[in-house]
Protein backbone atom coordinates (compact mmCIF):
# COMPACT_ATOMS: atom_id res chain seq x y z
CA UNK A 1 0.00 0.00 0.00
CA UNK A 2 3.15 1.96 0.46
CA UNK A 3 3.16 3.24 -3.63
CA UNK A 4 0.00 5.04 -3.07
CA UNK A 5 1.44 7.27 -0.09
CA UNK A 6 3.43 9.75 -2.23
CA UNK A 7 0.85 9.69 -5.45
CA UNK A 8 -1.98 10.44 -2.98
CA UNK A 9 -0.20 13.31 -1.04
CA UNK A 10 0.81 14.50 -4.46
CA UNK A 11 -2.44 14.76 -5.89
CA UNK A 12 -3.92 16.36 -3.22
CA UNK A 13 -1.30 19.25 -2.83
CA UNK A 14 -2.03 19.89 -6.41
CA UNK A 15 -5.90 20.18 -6.20
CA UNK A 16 -5.55 22.35 -3.43
CA UNK A 17 -3.05 24.55 -5.29
CA UNK A 18 -6.46 24.66 -8.01
CA UNK A 19 -8.65 24.63 -5.73
CA UNK A 20 -6.44 27.91 -3.84
CA UNK A 21 -6.10 29.64 -7.47
CA UNK A 22 -9.61 29.58 -7.93
CA UNK A 23 -10.65 31.53 -4.46
CA UNK A 24 -8.70 34.53 -5.84
CA UNK A 25 -11.18 35.57 -7.90
CA UNK A 26 -9.34 38.45 -9.72
CA UNK A 27 -5.92 38.90 -10.50
CA UNK A 28 -4.44 42.61 -10.97
CA UNK A 29 -7.18 43.27 -13.70
CA UNK A 30 -7.93 39.96 -14.50
CA UNK A 31 -10.83 37.61 -13.61
CA UNK A 32 -9.57 34.38 -12.90
CA UNK A 33 -11.72 31.39 -13.91
CA UNK A 34 -14.39 29.73 -11.32
CA UNK A 35 -14.20 26.59 -10.17
CA UNK A 36 -16.91 25.14 -12.28
CA UNK A 37 -14.76 26.47 -15.59
CA UNK A 38 -11.92 24.89 -14.43
CA UNK A 39 -13.64 21.55 -14.60
CA UNK A 40 -15.49 21.68 -17.28
CA UNK A 41 -11.96 22.13 -18.79
CA UNK A 42 -10.00 19.55 -17.09
CA UNK A 43 -13.26 17.21 -18.46
CA UNK A 44 -12.59 18.18 -21.78
CA UNK A 45 -9.14 17.63 -21.33
CA UNK A 46 -9.69 13.97 -20.35
CA UNK A 47 -12.26 13.27 -22.91
CA UNK A 48 -9.75 14.36 -25.32
CA UNK A 49 -6.82 12.47 -23.95
CA UNK A 50 -8.83 9.47 -23.19
CA UNK A 51 -10.25 9.39 -26.90
CA UNK A 52 -7.23 9.76 -28.77
CA UNK A 53 -5.94 6.82 -26.30
CA UNK A 54 -8.83 4.72 -27.06
CA UNK A 55 -8.35 5.03 -30.88
CA UNK A 56 -4.62 3.99 -30.46
CA UNK A 57 -5.09 0.72 -28.26
CA UNK A 58 -7.57 0.02 -31.34
CA UNK A 59 -5.21 0.83 -33.98
CA UNK A 60 -2.07 0.28 -32.18
CA UNK A 61 -2.36 -3.02 -30.76
CA UNK A 62 -3.53 -5.08 -33.74
CA UNK A 63 -0.77 -3.35 -35.70
CA UNK A 64 1.60 -4.04 -33.55
CA UNK A 65 0.44 -8.16 -33.30
CA UNK A 66 0.42 -7.85 -37.20
CA UNK A 67 4.08 -7.16 -37.50
CA UNK A 68 5.25 -9.52 -34.56
CA UNK A 69 4.25 -12.18 -36.64
CA UNK A 70 6.71 -13.98 -38.91
CA UNK A 71 5.06 -12.94 -42.11
CA UNK A 72 5.68 -9.62 -41.38
CA UNK A 73 8.58 -9.40 -39.47
CA UNK A 74 10.35 -7.76 -42.65
CA UNK A 75 7.81 -4.90 -42.14
CA UNK A 76 8.46 -5.07 -38.03
CA UNK A 77 11.81 -3.96 -37.77
CA UNK A 78 12.12 -0.79 -39.72
CA UNK A 79 8.47 0.17 -38.68
CA UNK A 80 9.63 0.02 -35.24
CA UNK A 81 13.14 2.53 -36.27
CA UNK A 82 10.46 4.84 -38.01
CA UNK A 83 8.47 4.84 -35.08
CA UNK A 84 11.11 5.52 -32.79
CA UNK A 85 11.93 8.46 -35.19
CA UNK A 86 8.20 9.95 -35.42
CA UNK A 87 8.53 10.33 -31.68
CA UNK A 88 11.16 12.67 -31.91
CA UNK A 89 9.14 15.33 -34.40
CA UNK A 90 8.41 18.43 -31.70
CA UNK A 91 4.85 17.74 -30.39
CA UNK A 92 4.35 21.70 -31.17
CA UNK A 93 4.94 21.08 -34.84
CA UNK A 94 2.76 17.79 -35.39
CA UNK A 95 0.17 19.09 -33.74
CA UNK A 96 0.23 22.50 -36.03
CA UNK A 97 0.45 19.94 -39.08
CA UNK A 98 -2.59 17.91 -37.69
CA UNK A 99 -4.63 21.65 -37.18
CA UNK A 100 -3.78 22.59 -40.66
CA UNK A 101 -4.96 19.45 -42.23
CA UNK A 102 -7.99 19.47 -40.20
CA UNK A 103 -8.63 22.71 -38.74
CA UNK A 104 -8.09 23.28 -35.25
CA UNK A 105 -10.73 22.59 -32.53
CA UNK A 106 -11.45 18.73 -30.58
CA UNK A 107 -11.06 17.02 -33.15
CA UNK A 108 -7.43 18.24 -35.16
CA UNK A 109 -6.22 17.94 -30.89
CA UNK A 110 -7.61 14.29 -31.06
CA UNK A 111 -5.86 13.55 -34.03
CA UNK A 112 -2.43 14.65 -33.07
CA UNK A 113 -2.55 12.82 -30.02
CA UNK A 114 -3.67 10.00 -31.02
CA UNK A 115 -0.28 9.59 -33.47
CA UNK A 116 1.45 10.16 -30.23
CA UNK A 117 -0.52 7.65 -28.01
CA UNK A 118 -0.25 5.23 -31.07
CA UNK A 119 3.70 4.96 -30.73
CA UNK A 120 4.30 3.17 -27.24
CA UNK A 121 1.34 1.08 -27.91
CA UNK A 122 2.39 -0.48 -31.40
CA UNK A 123 6.26 -0.82 -29.71
CA UNK A 124 5.38 -2.25 -26.57
CA UNK A 125 2.55 -4.50 -28.52
CA UNK A 126 5.27 -5.92 -31.13
CA UNK A 127 7.95 -5.69 -28.01
CA UNK A 128 5.59 -7.49 -25.80
CA UNK A 129 4.50 -10.56 -28.34
CA UNK A 130 8.22 -10.75 -29.38
CA UNK A 131 9.30 -11.69 -25.68
CA UNK A 132 7.23 -14.52 -25.61
CA UNK A 133 9.78 -17.23 -24.95
CA UNK A 134 9.99 -19.19 -28.35
CA UNK A 135 10.56 -22.48 -26.19
CA UNK A 136 6.94 -21.96 -25.06
CA UNK A 137 5.36 -21.20 -28.21
CA UNK A 138 7.08 -24.29 -29.78
CA UNK A 139 5.65 -26.62 -26.41
CA UNK A 140 2.11 -25.01 -27.47
CA UNK A 141 2.50 -25.60 -30.93
CA UNK A 142 3.71 -29.08 -30.27
CA UNK A 143 1.07 -30.10 -28.09
CA UNK A 144 -1.42 -29.73 -30.64
CA UNK A 145 -2.85 -25.70 -30.07
CA UNK A 146 -3.93 -24.33 -33.42
CA UNK A 147 -2.44 -20.74 -34.34
CA UNK A 148 -5.34 -18.73 -32.78
CA UNK A 149 -5.17 -20.97 -29.47
CA UNK A 150 -1.48 -20.40 -29.13
CA UNK A 151 -2.17 -16.33 -29.97
CA UNK A 152 -5.41 -16.29 -27.35
CA UNK A 153 -3.98 -18.55 -24.84
CA UNK A 154 -0.28 -17.87 -25.12
CA UNK A 155 1.11 -15.14 -26.57
CA UNK A 156 -1.77 -12.34 -25.39
CA UNK A 157 -1.72 -13.26 -21.80
CA UNK A 158 2.03 -13.34 -21.58
CA UNK A 159 2.57 -10.18 -23.58
CA UNK A 160 -0.36 -8.58 -21.69
CA UNK A 161 1.26 -6.71 -18.99
CA UNK A 162 3.93 -5.13 -21.74
CA UNK A 163 1.04 -4.12 -23.56
CA UNK A 164 -0.97 -2.49 -20.57
CA UNK A 165 2.25 -0.75 -19.66
CA UNK A 166 2.92 0.54 -22.99
CA UNK A 167 -0.33 1.96 -22.74
CA UNK A 168 0.07 3.74 -19.27
CA UNK A 169 3.19 5.08 -20.20
CA UNK A 170 1.15 7.05 -23.23
CA UNK A 171 -1.88 7.63 -21.26
CA UNK A 172 0.24 9.41 -18.98
CA UNK A 173 2.40 11.57 -21.12
CA UNK A 174 -0.71 12.59 -23.44
CA UNK A 175 -2.15 14.24 -20.34
CA UNK A 176 1.27 16.47 -20.98
CA UNK A 177 0.71 16.55 -24.52
CA UNK A 178 -3.07 17.34 -24.50
CA UNK A 179 -2.01 20.33 -23.12
CA UNK A 180 0.20 21.56 -26.06
CA UNK A 181 -2.80 20.60 -28.04
CA UNK A 182 -4.88 22.75 -25.92
CA UNK A 183 -2.83 25.95 -26.68
CA UNK A 184 -3.95 25.01 -30.27
CA UNK A 185 -7.14 23.99 -30.34
CA UNK A 186 -8.44 26.07 -27.42
CA UNK A 187 -9.98 23.19 -25.95
CA UNK A 188 -9.14 21.82 -22.42
CA UNK A 189 -6.59 22.75 -19.38
CA UNK A 190 -4.48 24.41 -22.34
CA UNK A 191 -6.57 27.17 -23.00
CA UNK A 192 -6.45 28.52 -19.34
CA UNK A 193 -2.45 27.88 -19.71
CA UNK A 194 -2.17 29.97 -23.26
CA UNK A 195 -4.48 32.43 -21.86
CA UNK A 196 -2.57 32.84 -18.36
CA UNK A 197 0.64 33.25 -20.67
CA UNK A 198 -0.78 35.92 -22.76
CA UNK A 199 -1.39 37.75 -20.24
CA UNK A 200 1.36 37.01 -18.18
CA UNK A 201 -0.39 35.84 -15.13
CA UNK A 202 1.53 33.29 -13.36
CA UNK A 203 -1.35 32.12 -11.01
CA UNK A 204 -3.89 31.10 -14.55
CA UNK A 205 -1.30 29.01 -16.02
CA UNK A 206 -0.78 27.16 -12.63
CA UNK A 207 -4.64 27.00 -12.55
CA UNK A 208 -4.04 25.11 -16.10
CA UNK A 209 -0.65 23.35 -15.26
CA UNK A 210 -2.31 22.07 -11.68
CA UNK A 211 -5.21 19.66 -12.43
CA UNK A 212 -3.35 18.59 -15.48
CA UNK A 213 -0.73 17.18 -13.31
CA UNK A 214 -3.30 15.85 -10.76
CA UNK A 215 -5.10 14.24 -13.94
CA UNK A 216 -1.78 12.44 -15.18
CA UNK A 217 -0.70 11.27 -11.15
CA UNK A 218 -4.48 9.68 -11.20
CA UNK A 219 -4.70 8.01 -14.41
CA UNK A 220 -1.31 6.50 -13.50
CA UNK A 221 -2.30 5.22 -10.46
CA UNK A 222 -5.71 3.73 -11.79
CA UNK A 223 -3.54 2.47 -15.12
CA UNK A 224 -1.34 0.93 -12.32
CA UNK A 225 -3.81 -1.20 -10.78
CA UNK A 226 -5.22 -2.31 -14.03
CA UNK A 227 -1.85 -3.40 -15.10
CA UNK A 228 -1.63 -5.67 -11.93
CA UNK A 229 -4.97 -6.94 -12.11
CA UNK A 230 -4.23 -7.87 -16.18
CA UNK A 231 -0.59 -9.29 -15.37
CA UNK A 232 -1.32 -13.09 -15.14
CA UNK A 233 -0.49 -14.38 -11.39
CA UNK A 234 2.64 -16.20 -12.43
CA UNK A 235 4.33 -13.64 -14.10
CA UNK A 236 3.71 -11.29 -10.66
CA UNK A 237 7.32 -10.91 -9.71
CA UNK A 238 6.47 -11.96 -5.62
CA UNK A 239 3.34 -14.16 -6.48
CA UNK A 240 2.47 -14.55 -3.00
CA UNK A 241 0.76 -18.23 -2.88
CA UNK A 242 -1.13 -17.36 0.67
CA UNK A 243 -1.59 -14.00 2.78
CA UNK A 244 0.38 -13.71 5.43
CA UNK A 245 -2.72 -13.61 7.72
CA UNK A 246 -3.55 -17.30 6.01
CA UNK A 247 0.23 -17.97 6.76
CA UNK A 248 -0.70 -16.61 10.37
CA UNK A 249 -3.11 -18.73 10.46
CA UNK A 250 -1.58 -21.87 9.51
CA UNK A 251 1.15 -21.03 11.92
CA UNK A 252 -1.85 -21.05 15.04
CA UNK A 253 -3.25 -24.34 13.67
CA UNK A 254 0.28 -25.92 13.99
CA UNK A 255 -0.35 -25.21 17.70
CA UNK A 256 2.01 -22.35 18.19
CA UNK B 1 4.32 -48.04 -34.87
CA UNK B 2 6.62 -45.20 -36.28
CA UNK B 3 7.53 -45.79 -39.60
CA UNK B 4 9.99 -43.00 -42.03
CA UNK B 5 9.86 -43.87 -45.31
CA UNK B 6 13.00 -42.15 -47.08
CA UNK B 7 12.27 -39.19 -45.42
CA UNK B 8 14.24 -36.23 -46.33
CA UNK B 9 14.22 -32.64 -45.00
CA UNK B 10 15.83 -29.49 -47.61
CA UNK B 11 15.60 -26.11 -45.66
CA UNK B 12 14.60 -22.76 -48.08
CA UNK B 13 18.41 -22.08 -47.93
CA UNK B 14 19.19 -25.32 -49.63
CA UNK B 15 21.12 -27.08 -46.52
CA UNK B 16 19.73 -30.61 -46.68
CA UNK B 17 19.56 -31.65 -43.06
CA UNK B 18 17.99 -34.76 -43.41
CA UNK B 19 19.00 -37.47 -46.03
CA UNK B 20 16.50 -40.84 -47.09
CA UNK B 21 16.05 -41.40 -43.75
CA UNK B 22 14.42 -44.97 -43.09
CA UNK B 23 13.93 -46.14 -39.81
CA UNK B 24 10.79 -48.38 -37.89
CA UNK B 25 10.12 -47.68 -34.36
CA UNK B 26 8.05 -50.85 -33.46
CA UNK B 27 5.74 -50.16 -30.62
CA UNK B 28 6.68 -49.99 -26.80
CA UNK B 29 9.95 -49.29 -28.24
CA UNK B 30 12.19 -46.69 -26.59
CA UNK B 31 14.56 -45.36 -29.99
CA UNK B 32 16.85 -42.81 -29.03
CA UNK B 33 17.74 -40.77 -32.04
CA UNK B 34 22.06 -39.64 -31.23
CA UNK B 35 24.64 -37.71 -33.31
CA UNK B 36 26.45 -34.66 -32.87
CA UNK B 37 24.86 -31.00 -33.05
CA UNK B 38 23.28 -30.52 -36.70
CA UNK B 39 23.18 -33.69 -37.40
CA UNK B 40 19.50 -33.58 -38.15
CA UNK B 41 18.62 -35.84 -35.12
CA UNK B 42 16.02 -33.42 -34.07
CA UNK B 43 15.11 -32.39 -37.25
CA UNK B 44 13.70 -35.52 -37.49
CA UNK B 45 11.97 -35.56 -34.29
CA UNK B 46 10.16 -32.69 -35.12
CA UNK B 47 8.93 -33.96 -38.41
CA UNK B 48 7.44 -36.83 -36.68
CA UNK B 49 4.94 -34.23 -35.23
CA UNK B 50 4.48 -31.99 -38.36
CA UNK B 51 6.33 -29.30 -36.51
CA UNK B 52 8.51 -29.01 -39.52
CA UNK B 53 7.18 -30.24 -42.94
CA UNK B 54 8.65 -33.07 -44.68
CA UNK B 55 10.42 -32.55 -48.15
CA UNK B 56 10.41 -35.76 -49.42
CA UNK B 57 9.33 -39.01 -48.36
CA UNK B 58 6.54 -40.09 -45.90
CA UNK B 59 5.67 -40.88 -41.76
CA UNK B 60 3.48 -43.36 -41.19
CA UNK B 61 1.82 -43.78 -37.72
CA UNK B 62 -0.10 -46.88 -36.96
CA UNK B 63 0.04 -47.03 -40.36
CA UNK B 64 -1.36 -44.12 -41.26
CA UNK B 65 0.25 -41.57 -43.25
CA UNK B 66 0.44 -38.21 -41.06
CA UNK B 67 0.18 -36.08 -43.73
CA UNK B 68 -3.62 -37.17 -44.03
CA UNK B 69 -4.30 -36.52 -40.27
CA UNK B 70 -5.06 -32.95 -39.45
CA UNK B 71 -2.06 -32.01 -37.81
CA UNK B 72 -3.37 -30.40 -34.47
CA UNK B 73 -5.00 -33.56 -33.94
CA UNK B 74 -2.04 -35.93 -34.66
CA UNK B 75 0.37 -33.65 -32.47
CA UNK B 76 -2.51 -33.94 -29.27
CA UNK B 77 -2.13 -37.69 -30.25
CA UNK B 78 1.46 -37.30 -29.53
CA UNK B 79 3.39 -36.28 -26.54
CA UNK B 80 5.64 -33.58 -26.88
CA UNK B 81 8.53 -32.20 -24.34
CA UNK B 82 11.48 -30.47 -25.22
CA UNK B 83 14.85 -29.15 -23.52
CA UNK B 84 13.91 -25.93 -22.44
CA UNK B 85 10.68 -27.49 -20.96
CA UNK B 86 8.51 -24.72 -22.48
CA UNK B 87 5.71 -24.77 -19.26
CA UNK B 88 3.30 -21.65 -19.83
CA UNK B 89 4.63 -19.37 -16.85
CA UNK B 90 1.06 -18.18 -16.38
CA UNK B 91 -0.50 -21.32 -15.75
CA UNK B 92 -0.34 -23.56 -12.92
CA UNK B 93 1.29 -26.86 -12.93
CA UNK B 94 -2.15 -28.29 -13.12
CA UNK B 95 -3.11 -26.21 -15.88
CA UNK B 96 -0.05 -27.14 -17.36
CA UNK B 97 -0.35 -30.73 -17.27
CA UNK B 98 -4.43 -30.21 -18.52
CA UNK B 99 -3.26 -28.85 -21.64
CA UNK B 100 -3.95 -31.21 -24.44
CA UNK B 101 -6.33 -32.73 -21.89
CA UNK B 102 -8.23 -29.48 -21.91
CA UNK B 103 -7.71 -29.13 -25.83
CA UNK B 104 -9.25 -32.76 -25.98
CA UNK B 105 -12.32 -31.29 -24.33
CA UNK B 106 -12.06 -33.25 -21.29
CA UNK B 107 -14.34 -32.35 -18.27
CA UNK B 108 -12.57 -29.80 -15.77
CA UNK B 109 -12.41 -32.61 -12.80
CA UNK B 110 -11.03 -35.64 -15.24
CA UNK B 111 -8.52 -33.18 -15.96
CA UNK B 112 -7.06 -32.13 -12.12
CA UNK B 113 -7.55 -35.44 -11.44
CA UNK B 114 -5.25 -36.99 -13.98
CA UNK B 115 -2.86 -34.08 -13.39
CA UNK B 116 -2.40 -35.47 -9.60
CA UNK B 117 -2.60 -39.15 -10.94
CA UNK B 118 0.95 -37.70 -13.29
CA UNK B 119 2.18 -35.42 -10.62
CA UNK B 120 2.28 -38.61 -8.28
CA UNK B 121 4.14 -40.63 -11.48
CA UNK B 122 7.10 -38.12 -11.78
CA UNK B 123 7.57 -38.38 -7.44
CA UNK B 124 5.89 -34.83 -6.45
CA UNK B 125 3.69 -34.47 -3.97
CA UNK B 126 0.27 -33.19 -5.62
CA UNK B 127 -0.84 -31.48 -2.86
CA UNK B 128 2.13 -29.34 -2.61
CA UNK B 129 2.65 -28.69 -6.16
CA UNK B 130 -0.48 -28.74 -7.94
CA UNK B 131 -1.20 -25.05 -7.91
CA UNK B 132 2.42 -23.80 -7.96
CA UNK B 133 3.11 -21.75 -10.60
CA UNK B 134 6.35 -22.56 -12.54
CA UNK B 135 8.33 -19.52 -11.36
CA UNK B 136 7.44 -21.37 -8.01
CA UNK B 137 9.91 -24.33 -9.03
CA UNK B 138 13.02 -25.69 -9.33
CA UNK B 139 14.68 -26.90 -12.58
CA UNK B 140 14.39 -30.73 -11.77
CA UNK B 141 10.63 -30.25 -11.41
CA UNK B 142 9.99 -27.86 -13.78
CA UNK B 143 11.43 -30.73 -16.08
CA UNK B 144 9.40 -33.46 -13.87
CA UNK B 145 6.23 -31.36 -14.45
CA UNK B 146 7.95 -31.34 -18.99
CA UNK B 147 7.32 -34.75 -18.27
CA UNK B 148 4.22 -35.31 -16.76
CA UNK B 149 2.77 -32.70 -19.34
CA UNK B 150 3.74 -34.50 -22.42
CA UNK B 151 1.86 -37.57 -20.43
CA UNK B 152 -1.16 -35.51 -19.76
CA UNK B 153 -3.78 -36.77 -22.51
CA UNK B 154 -1.94 -40.74 -22.19
CA UNK B 155 -0.87 -40.43 -25.60
CA UNK B 156 0.89 -43.52 -27.03
CA UNK B 157 3.75 -42.15 -28.81
CA UNK B 158 6.35 -40.05 -26.64
CA UNK B 159 8.64 -36.99 -28.66
CA UNK B 160 11.35 -35.78 -26.51
CA UNK B 161 14.25 -33.32 -27.71
CA UNK B 162 16.68 -33.75 -25.05
CA UNK B 163 14.36 -33.57 -21.77
CA UNK B 164 16.96 -34.27 -19.38
CA UNK B 165 19.23 -31.74 -21.05
CA UNK B 166 19.28 -28.43 -19.20
CA UNK B 167 19.85 -29.41 -15.07
CA UNK B 168 22.43 -30.57 -13.13
CA UNK B 169 24.25 -33.70 -13.98
CA UNK B 170 23.20 -35.45 -10.37
CA UNK B 171 19.31 -34.72 -10.77
CA UNK B 172 19.74 -35.37 -14.71
CA UNK B 173 20.94 -39.12 -13.56
CA UNK B 174 17.89 -39.37 -11.39
CA UNK B 175 15.28 -38.17 -13.48
CA UNK B 176 16.43 -40.67 -16.37
CA UNK B 177 16.19 -43.55 -13.57
CA UNK B 178 12.96 -42.84 -12.44
CA UNK B 179 11.63 -41.91 -16.50
CA UNK B 180 13.33 -45.92 -17.12
CA UNK B 181 10.94 -47.16 -14.47
CA UNK B 182 7.99 -44.89 -15.67
CA UNK B 183 8.55 -46.35 -19.34
CA UNK B 184 8.87 -50.10 -17.57
CA UNK B 185 5.03 -49.39 -16.49
CA UNK B 186 3.71 -47.58 -19.67
CA UNK B 187 5.64 -48.91 -21.89
CA UNK B 188 5.10 -46.08 -25.02
CA UNK B 189 6.84 -46.09 -28.09
CA UNK B 190 8.88 -43.21 -27.54
CA UNK B 191 11.33 -41.34 -30.31
CA UNK B 192 13.95 -39.61 -27.88
CA UNK B 193 17.02 -36.95 -28.64
CA UNK B 194 20.04 -36.38 -27.28
CA UNK B 195 23.86 -35.95 -28.18
CA UNK B 196 24.73 -37.29 -25.21
CA UNK B 197 26.08 -41.60 -25.93
CA UNK B 198 25.78 -42.42 -22.20
CA UNK B 199 22.81 -41.29 -21.86
CA UNK B 200 21.79 -42.77 -25.08
CA UNK B 201 23.00 -46.29 -24.06
CA UNK B 202 20.91 -45.58 -20.54
CA UNK B 203 18.13 -44.94 -21.96
CA UNK B 204 17.58 -46.63 -25.14
CA UNK B 205 16.28 -49.93 -26.54
CA UNK B 206 17.77 -49.25 -29.61
CA UNK B 207 20.01 -45.98 -30.91
CA UNK B 208 19.94 -44.15 -34.24
CA UNK B 209 22.81 -42.84 -34.64
CA UNK B 210 23.26 -40.16 -37.53
CA UNK B 211 25.44 -38.01 -39.21
CA UNK B 212 25.22 -35.06 -41.53
CA UNK B 213 21.54 -36.14 -42.04
CA UNK B 214 22.30 -40.20 -42.64
CA UNK B 215 21.60 -42.57 -40.32
CA UNK B 216 24.89 -44.43 -39.78
CA UNK B 217 23.97 -47.09 -37.93
CA UNK B 218 20.45 -47.92 -36.48
CA UNK B 219 21.53 -51.11 -33.62
CA UNK B 220 20.31 -51.79 -30.18
CA UNK B 221 23.18 -49.91 -27.66
CA UNK B 222 25.24 -53.68 -27.35
CA UNK B 223 25.51 -53.91 -31.32
CA UNK B 224 26.53 -50.27 -31.52
CA UNK B 225 29.09 -50.78 -28.91
CA UNK B 226 30.70 -54.01 -29.89
CA UNK B 227 30.38 -53.79 -33.79
CA UNK B 228 30.70 -50.20 -34.98
CA UNK B 229 29.85 -50.29 -38.46
CA UNK B 230 32.25 -47.23 -39.63
CA UNK B 231 34.83 -45.01 -37.74
CA UNK B 232 32.30 -42.36 -37.20
CA UNK B 233 30.35 -44.95 -35.09
CA UNK B 234 33.90 -46.25 -33.37
CA UNK B 235 34.69 -42.57 -32.31
CA UNK B 236 31.22 -40.99 -31.48
CA UNK B 237 31.02 -44.04 -29.19
CA UNK B 238 34.49 -42.85 -28.42
CA UNK B 239 37.37 -44.65 -27.06
CA UNK B 240 35.91 -45.74 -23.55
CA UNK B 241 33.24 -47.77 -25.26
CA UNK B 242 34.71 -50.97 -24.40
CA UNK B 243 34.54 -49.75 -20.68
CA UNK B 244 30.85 -48.93 -21.22
CA UNK B 245 29.73 -51.61 -23.42
CA UNK B 246 30.43 -53.51 -19.90
CA UNK B 247 27.89 -51.38 -18.44
CA UNK B 248 25.24 -53.82 -20.88
CA UNK B 249 26.96 -56.73 -19.50
CA UNK B 250 25.78 -58.22 -16.06
CA UNK B 251 27.69 -60.94 -13.49
CA UNK B 252 26.23 -63.67 -14.34
CA UNK B 253 26.57 -63.38 -18.25
CA UNK B 254 30.61 -63.78 -17.45
CA UNK B 255 31.02 -65.16 -13.91
CA UNK B 256 33.04 -68.63 -14.36
CA UNK B 257 32.45 -71.77 -11.63
CA UNK B 258 35.40 -71.82 -9.05
CA UNK B 259 37.74 -74.36 -9.82
CA UNK B 260 38.21 -75.13 -6.55
CA UNK B 261 36.36 -74.00 -2.84
CA UNK B 262 37.49 -75.04 0.23
CA UNK B 263 35.21 -75.48 3.55
CA UNK B 264 35.46 -73.68 6.20
CA UNK B 265 36.07 -76.93 8.52
CA UNK B 266 38.24 -78.53 6.74
CA UNK B 267 42.11 -78.91 8.25
CA UNK B 268 44.80 -76.19 7.18
CA UNK B 269 47.15 -79.24 5.73
CA UNK B 270 44.39 -79.97 3.19
CA UNK B 271 44.03 -76.77 1.93
CA UNK B 272 47.71 -76.17 1.53
CA UNK B 273 47.41 -79.14 -0.42
CA UNK B 274 44.58 -77.80 -2.76
CA UNK B 275 46.10 -73.81 -2.72
CA UNK B 276 49.72 -76.13 -3.86
CA UNK B 277 48.91 -77.98 -6.28
CA UNK B 278 46.36 -75.92 -8.54
CA UNK B 279 48.92 -73.15 -8.09
CA UNK B 280 46.93 -70.38 -6.41
CA UNK B 281 47.52 -67.92 -3.85
CA UNK B 282 44.04 -67.82 -2.72
CA UNK B 283 40.98 -69.30 -2.96
CA UNK B 284 37.37 -68.88 -1.67
CA UNK B 285 35.95 -70.80 1.30
CA UNK B 286 32.52 -71.66 2.15
CA UNK B 287 30.76 -73.20 5.35
CA UNK B 288 28.31 -75.94 5.28
CA UNK B 289 25.20 -74.51 3.70
CA UNK B 290 27.68 -73.46 1.12
CA UNK B 291 27.28 -69.78 2.33
CA UNK B 292 30.55 -67.66 1.45
CA UNK B 293 32.77 -66.65 3.88
CA UNK B 294 35.48 -64.84 2.28
CA UNK B 295 39.06 -65.47 0.76
CA UNK B 296 41.92 -68.20 2.76
CA UNK B 297 45.65 -66.73 1.39
CA UNK B 298 48.17 -69.16 1.16
CA UNK B 299 50.65 -66.95 3.31
CA UNK B 300 47.72 -66.66 5.86
CA UNK B 301 47.78 -70.60 6.42
CA UNK B 302 51.17 -70.35 7.71
CA UNK B 303 50.77 -69.44 11.10
CA UNK B 304 46.95 -70.34 11.34
CA UNK B 305 45.74 -73.24 13.28
CA UNK B 306 42.32 -73.33 11.45
CA UNK B 307 40.77 -72.70 8.37
CA UNK B 308 38.52 -69.87 10.64
CA UNK B 309 41.42 -67.86 11.72
CA UNK B 310 43.05 -67.51 8.46
CA UNK B 311 40.06 -66.21 6.56
CA UNK B 312 39.78 -62.42 5.31
CA UNK B 313 36.00 -61.51 4.78
CA UNK B 314 35.68 -60.42 1.34
CA UNK B 315 35.27 -56.58 1.06
CA UNK B 316 32.67 -56.62 -1.18
CA UNK B 317 30.43 -59.14 -3.27
CA UNK B 318 28.09 -59.22 -6.18
CA UNK B 319 24.91 -59.98 -7.31
CA UNK B 320 24.59 -61.96 -10.52
CA UNK B 321 22.64 -58.92 -11.63
CA UNK B 322 25.78 -56.41 -11.09
CA UNK B 323 26.98 -54.57 -14.10
CA UNK B 324 30.20 -55.10 -15.04
CA UNK B 325 31.19 -52.08 -14.59
CA UNK B 326 30.08 -52.41 -11.59
CA UNK B 327 32.22 -55.41 -10.79
CA UNK B 328 35.06 -54.37 -12.46
CA UNK B 329 35.45 -51.47 -9.57
CA UNK B 330 34.88 -54.29 -6.76
CA UNK B 331 37.92 -56.43 -8.40
CA UNK B 332 40.25 -52.91 -8.55
CA UNK B 333 39.02 -52.52 -4.66
CA UNK B 334 39.11 -56.54 -3.83
CA UNK B 335 43.25 -57.66 -2.21
CA UNK B 336 42.48 -60.72 -4.53
CA UNK B 337 41.40 -59.49 -7.37
CA UNK B 338 38.69 -61.52 -8.06
CA UNK B 339 35.30 -60.61 -6.94
CA UNK B 340 32.57 -63.34 -5.79
CA UNK B 341 28.79 -63.58 -7.20
CA UNK B 342 26.49 -64.80 -4.47
CA UNK B 343 22.55 -65.03 -4.90
CA UNK B 344 20.02 -63.71 -2.62
CA UNK B 345 21.16 -66.25 0.20
CA UNK B 346 24.68 -65.63 0.03
CA UNK B 347 25.60 -69.11 -1.74
CA UNK B 348 28.86 -68.69 -3.88
CA UNK B 349 27.33 -68.71 -7.69
CA UNK B 350 30.59 -68.06 -9.32
CA UNK B 351 33.58 -65.73 -9.61
CA UNK B 352 34.76 -62.66 -11.83
CA UNK B 353 38.45 -62.06 -12.55
CA UNK B 354 40.03 -59.74 -14.67
CA UNK B 355 41.16 -62.86 -16.69
CA UNK B 356 36.78 -63.59 -17.49
CA UNK B 357 36.46 -59.75 -18.07
CA UNK B 358 39.69 -59.61 -20.69
CA UNK B 359 37.92 -62.73 -22.26
CA UNK B 360 35.08 -60.44 -22.95
CA UNK B 361 36.95 -57.59 -24.10
CA UNK B 362 39.03 -59.70 -26.20
CA UNK B 363 35.87 -61.07 -27.98
CA UNK B 364 35.66 -57.67 -29.03
CA UNK B 365 38.67 -56.89 -29.92
CA UNK B 366 38.46 -59.65 -32.22
CA UNK B 367 34.99 -58.67 -34.08
CA UNK B 368 37.00 -55.29 -34.59
CA UNK B 369 39.44 -56.77 -36.70
CA UNK B 370 36.37 -58.00 -39.02
Known sequence: ?256 | MIRLEHVSKVFADGTEAVKDLSLEISEGEFCVFLGPSGCGKTTSLRMINRLIPITRGKILIQGIDTQQRNVNELRRDIGYAIQNIGLFPHLTVAQNIGTVPMLKHWPREKRRARARELLDLVGMPPDTFIDRYPSELSGGQQQRVGVARCLGADPPILLMDEPFGAIDPITRTKLQGEFLKIQERLQKTIAFVTHDIDEAIKMGDTIALMKDGELVQYADPATLLAEPKTRFVRDFVGADRVLKGLRLLRARDVMKDPKHILRIDESVSHAVEALDTRRRQWLPAVDDAGRFRGWVEREDLESSETLEDALTPAVTTASPRTPLNEALSMMLASATGAVAVLDDDDKLLGLLSFGAIRDVLSADDESDQE
Do not use: C
Not at chain 1, 104 to 127: D, E, H
Not at chain 1, 142 to 157: A, K, N, Y
Not at chain 1, 187 to 214: D, E, W
Open chain 1, 1 to 256: MRHWVVPAILLLALLGLTVWMTRLETVGIYRMPSLSEVMIASFEHLQLVLAAEGLAILIGVPIGFIVSRRAFRWIGTPLMAAVNVGQTIPTLALLAIASLAIGSGFQAAVVGLFIYALLPIVRNTFAGIRSVDPAVKEAAQGMGMSRWQVTSRVELPLARPVIVAGVRTSTVVNVGTAAVAGMIGGVGLGSLITTGLAVNVVQMVLQGAAPAAALAIALDAILGQVERWLTPRGLRKSAPRTSKRALRRAAMADGL
